[in-house]
C-alpha cells in the first residue's frame, strides 16, 4: 500500500475532505499575509512610523490572525471526523471479515494477534487520518504559499534558501522505508504481547495451580524487552530525522543572512522586505518539521493498514453456492458419502461412509484425534468436506442455505462457550425472539433452574467473562439449555456432560433422554454410560471407521470397542 491508496481509501469522505481542505486553504492563505504584513509594519510603522498605517496594520493583523484560527478549527475539526468515520468503518469490515470465517481460519491464527489488528493497527491509522494528514495537507498548502512569499519577495534569495532541499529529500526516502519495516515489526511485537496476556489471564488458574506465574511473567518479560529494543531502533530513525532537518535549516539561515545582508547594503533590498522574507522562512521551519514527521507518522499507518489488508485478503469465509435453496426439517436421513478432509495438507477422515436415519441417536467413539469433533464439525459447514459429499434428505449441504441448515442444529461443546452477560441472555443466544417462559422452561429440562433461581438476581445474573462465576457443570448445564431452547432437529454433544457431577449427569440423562426423543442426535463422550443406549455406534481410529454396531453388538464383535470398554471398566459389562 502506498500514499496514494491511503487517499484512494478516503474518498467516500468526501464532502468532509472538501470542507477541510477549503479550511486549510484559509490556514495557507492568512499565514501568507501575515508573513507579508511585516514588512509594512517594518517599513511604514517603525521605519517612516506612519500613523495611518498603524490602525490599518493593526485590523489588519487582528483580521488575519482571527481568520487563521476560524479555519483551524474546521480543518481540524472535519478531518478528525474523517479519521473517526474512517476507522469506525474499517474496523467494523475488519471484524464481520474475521467473524464469519472458517474454524481454520482461527486454527492459524492467534487471538492476541487478530485483537492487535482490530483494535491497535486501526488506531494507529486514526491517528495518522486526524491528525497526521491534516498536517501534511494543511502544512503542504501553507508551504506552497510561503515560498511564493519568499519567490514574490525576492527569488534569488529563495533559490538560495531552498539550495539545499534536494539534499534533503533523499535521506527521507530512506528513513519511510526503514521506519515502515520497523513499524510493522513493532505491531507484531505487540501481538505477541497481548497472546501472552490473553492466554495467562484466562488460564490463571492452571497458572496459579502449577505455580507457573514466574515463568510466565518470564516469556512476557521477554517479549517486552524485544519490544523496546524494536521502539529504540523505531526511535533512532526518527529522532535523528529532526536534528538532521535543523542542521539544514541553520546551513540554509546562514547562506541567506550572508547574502540577504550584501543585497541590503546594495540597496536592492529593503529592510522590510529581508525581515518578510526572514519571517516566511522562519514559519517554513514548522511545516517542514511537521511534513517531516508526517512521513514517520504515515508510515507506521501504512505498516498497520498492511498487517489489517492482510486479513482481509485472506478469504476462507463458507459462502452459500449460487443458487443455493432452503433447506427443510429433517424427516428422512443424514448420509455420508465417501467423505474424506484435510487441514491444508494433513488428512483428518478417510473415505468416511455413513447413513443416519432421522430420530437415531449415534455416538461417535475413538482415541483422542480420531476424527470425531472434525466429523460432527462438517455437518453444520464449519468446515466443509475435501472430498465426497454429506446430505441432508437427498440435499447436498453446498446446495442449501448456510442459515436454513444452521438453523436446525443445537451445539453443546466440551469447552463451554458463554458470554460476559446475563443468564437468560447466554440460554437465549442463538434464539433472541424467546420469551421468559420459554427460557426457564429449557433452563428446568437442563436441570439448570434450581441453581440460578439461588443466584442474586436470578436469571438476570451476570456470569462474568466466559462464565467464571460458575462451577463447570452449571456451564454446561446453560450451554445444554441453550441447545435445548433452540429446538433443533439435529443435536450435536461434544463431551457436553464431562464436567458434571454424577447425580447431575444421571439427571441430564433422563432430561437428554426425553429431549433426543424423535431427534437426530450425535454424541460424542469417553463415558460409556453416556452412550450405551445410542441407536447406533461409530467407533472411528486415524480418521477411519472400525466398526459400526449397537453397545452389546461391539461387545460381542471383540473389537476396538470392547478393548475401549474393558479399559475405562476393567471388566465387561454385558
Do not use: C
Not at 511485537?189 to 501472552?196: A, D, E, M, V
Not at 484435510?342 to 475413538?366: D, N, T
Not at 454424541?523 to 486415524?542: G, N, P
Amino acid at each position: 500500500m502506498n500514499l496514494r491508496t491511503a487517499f484512494e481509501l478516503l474518498k467516500p469522505y468526501r464532502r468532509q475532505w472538501l470542507i477541510a481542505i477549503g479550511s486549510m486553504l484559509g490556514v495557507a492563505f492568512f499565514t501568507a499575509q501575515l508573513t507579508l504584513l511585516v514588512k509594512q509594519i517594518l517599513d511604514d510603522i517603525l521605519i517612516q512610523t506612519k500613523p495611518e498605517a498603524l490602525l490599518r496594520v493593526s485590523i489588519l493583523l487582528l483580521l488575519f490572525y482571527v481568520g487563521k484560527g476560524i479555519f483551524s478549527f474546521f480543518s481540524s475539526y472535519f478531518m478528525t471526523a474523517v479519521g473517526l468515520e474512517f476507522v469506525r468503518n474499517l474496523r467494523n469490515k475488519l471484524y464481520n471479515h474475521i467473524i464469519y470465517q472458517s474454524l481454520s481460519f482461527f486454527s492459524d491464527r492467534r487471538t492476541g494477534e487478530l485483537s492487535t489488528r482490530v483494535i491497535s493497527d486501526t488506531e494507529r491509522i486514526q491517528d495518522a487520518i486526524s491528525r497526521t494528514i491534516s498536517d501534511l495537507v494543511k502544512e503542504g498548502f501553507t508551504l506552497v504559499g510561503l515560498l511564493f512569499v519568499i519567490f514574490y519577495l525576492d527569488w534569488k534569495l529563495a533559490l538560495i534558501s531552498l539550495l539545499l532541499f534536494p539534499v534533503v529529500v533523499y535521506p527521507i526516502t530512506r528513513f519511510s522505508a526503514r521506519l515502515r519495516t520497523l513499524s510493522r515489526k513493532a505491531q507484531e511485537r505487540i501481538g505477541k504481547l497481548s497472546q501472552i496476556l490473553f492466554e495467562t489471564i484466562t488460564s490463571s488458574r492452571i497458572v496459579q495451580a502449577y505455580q507457573m506465574e514466574k515463568n510466565e511473567a518470564a516469556k512476557f518479560q521477554h517479549e517486552s524487552e524485544k519490544l523496546l529494543q524494536q521502539g529504540l531502533r523505531s526511535s533512532r530513525v526518527v529522532s535523528f530525522s529532526s536534528p538532521f532537518m535543523e542542521v539544514l535549516s541553520g546551513v540554509a539561515a546562514v547562506l541567506v543572512m550572508w547574502y540577504g545582508s550584501r543585497q541590503i547594503q546594495a540597496g536592492l533590498l529593503t529592510a522590510g522586505d529581508f525581515t518578510a522574507f526572514l519571517t516566511a522562512l522562519f514559519f517554513m521551519y514548522t511545516p517542514v518539521k511537521k511534513l517531516s514527521k508526517a512521513n514517520q507518522s504515515i508510515q507506521q499507518a501504512l505498516a498497520s493498514y498492511t498487517r489489517i489488508d492482510e486479513v482481509l485478503q485472506h478469504d476462507s469465509r463458507i459462502l452459500d453456492f449460487a443458487g443455493a435453496r432452503s433447506l427443510s426439517r429433517l424427516s428422512q436421513q443424514i448420509e455420508f458419502q465417501s467423505v474424506s478432509f484435510r487441514y491444508e495438507e494433513i488428512p483428518v477422515l478417510h473415505e468416511i461412509s455413513i447413513e443416519i436415519r432421522a430420530g437415531e441417536v449415534v455416538a461417535l467413539v475413538g482415541p483422542s484425534g480420531a476424527g470425531k469433533t472434525t466429523l460432527v464439525n462438517l455437518i453444520p459447514r464449519l468446515y466443509d468436506v475435501t472430498e465426497g459429499r454429506i446430505l441432508i434428505d437427498g440435499n447436498d449441504l453446498r446446495e442449501v442455505t448456510l442459515s436454513s441448515l444452521r438453523a436446525q442444529i443445537g451445539l453443546v461443546t466440551q469447552e463451554t462457550v458463554l458470554f460476559d452477560d446475563t443468564v437468560a441472555a447466554n440460554i437465549a443466544y442463538g434464539t433472541p425472539n424467546a420469551g421468559a417462559a420459554q427460557i426457564e422452561e429449557a433452563a428446568h429440562s437442563s436441570y439448570a433452574h434450581d441453581f440460578i433461581t439461588r443466584m442474586p438476581e436470578g436469571y438476570h445474573t451476570k456470569i462474568g467473562e466466559r462464565g467464571h462465576r460458575l462451577s463447570g457443570g452449571q456451564r454446561q448445564r446453560l450451554a445444554l439449555a441453550r441447545a435445548i431452547l433452540r429446538n433443533p432437529a439435529i443435536l450435536i454433544l461434544d463431551e457436553a456432560t464431562s464436567e458434571l457431577d454424577a447425580e447431575s449427569e444421571i439427571a441430564i440423562q433422563k432430561a437428554l433422554a426425553e429431549f433426543t426423543l424423535h431427534r437426530t442426535t450425535f454424541i460424542i463422550a469417553h463415558r460409556f454410560s453416556t452412550i450405551r443406549k445410542a441407536d447406533k455406534i461409530i467407533v472411528l481410529e486415524k480418521g477411519r471407521i472400525q466398526e459400526i454396531g449397537t453397545h452389546e453388538d461391539l461387545l460381542d464383535s471383540k473389537g476396538l470397542y470392547r478393548k475401549f470398554h474393558e479399559l475405562q471398566y476393567g471388566i465387561l459389562d454385558i
